[in-house]
Nanobody, 120 residues
Framework: VQLQASGGGLVQAGGSLRLSCAAS????????MGWYRQAPGKQRELVAL???????NYPDSVKGRFTISRDNAKNAVYLQMNSLKPEDTAVYYC???????????????WGQGTLVTVSS
């Protein structure tokens, strides 16, 4: 299973970006999908999570500004980021829990990361 993320870039504070991530390969089922980020010198942190049932989870730092969505037919997850702040600058990684067959357990897969830079 491979995850390909795209959509990062440079944006001014207050601007918006939309990240996309598509899963490909031998996929039987995907449960949770999410976005994480890692700023220089900091640990990777959860940005947004969406379950297979559509439940959402955001940390307070992005709540009201970021929106996660998924397209199950495309095995894709998206992150709409509005009102961006310089502290949102980080490498953003998509994540998915996927099973490759009905007999296999779910494993965690990561995308390659896409850089988001927010200038003040």
């Amino acid at each position: 299973v491979q995850l390909q993320a795209s959509g990062g870039g440079l944006v001014q504070a207050g601007g918006s970006l939309r990240l996309s991530c598509a899963a490909s390969g031998s996929i039987f089922s995907i449960n949770d999908m999410g976005w994480y980020r890692q700023a220089p010198g900091k640990q990777r942190e959860l940005v947004a999570l969406i379950t297979s049932g559509g439940s959402l989870n955001y940390p307070d730092s992005v709540k009201g500004r970021f929106t996660i969505s998924r397209d199950n037919a495309k095995n894709a997850v998206y992150l709409q980021m509005n009102s961006l702040k310089p502290e949102d600058t980080a490498v953003y990684y998509c994540n998915a829990g996927a099973a490759t067959s009905r007999w296999s357990s779910y494993r965690n897969y990561w995308g390659q990361g896409t850089l988001v830079t927010v200038s003040s």
